[in-house]
């Protein structure tokens, strides 16, 4: 299997935007849109990710294929890190490996991420890669339709 990282092109909008409707893991995420179906929500919010100078946007791929995505963006006084893998791809060590790309690719610190505190996969691979966490969060999930709480995690 050969997993790398890419720049995000036109036809892996389409995968990611097919991923996001994945109900079990828009819930696992805690994540997603008030309407995941909307289309032209999701362009805009990609839009907005794809054209900021203060982001760097990768697909992560997987023999050829679109697996995901992985991501930085500025939040307030921080680069946060965000990443999204397709469930067909969990439990491979997909993730794990475009994340160790990745943070070799970005190397700017301290760099954050936010995961709700059941997402056991997620934390595991941010925890084994120095992430500690600096606090917790309560917020409105549009997946679970509830109050959930965030993690956040920092590596320094």
Do not use: Y
């Amino acid at each position: 299997m050969n997993i790398t990282l890419r720049d995000v092109e036109a036809g892996d909008l389409d995968q990611f935007f097919l991923f996001q409707q994945d109900a079990d893991a828009a819930h696992m995420a805690g994540f997603a849109p008030t309407n995941p179906s909307d289309r032209s929500i999701f362009d805009h919010h990609w839009g907005e990710i794809l054209n900021d100078e203060n982001s760097l946007v990768r697909t992560i791929d997987v023999d050829g294929q679109p697996a995901g995505s992985i991501a930085v963006f500025r939040d307030e006084d921080c680069h946060e890190i965000m990443f999204w893998t397709d469930k067909q791809f969990w439990g491979q060590g997909i993730t794990t490996t475009a994340m160790d790309q990745f943070l070799k690719e970005f190397q700017s610190r301290p760099l954050r991420a936010r995961v709700v505190v059941d997402n056991l996969g997620s934390l595991r691979i941010l925890e084994t890669r120095g992430f500690k966490e600096v606090g917790e969060e309560q917020v409105f999930s549009n997946a679970r339709a509830e109050v959930v709480t965030e993690k956040i995690l920092q590596l320094n």
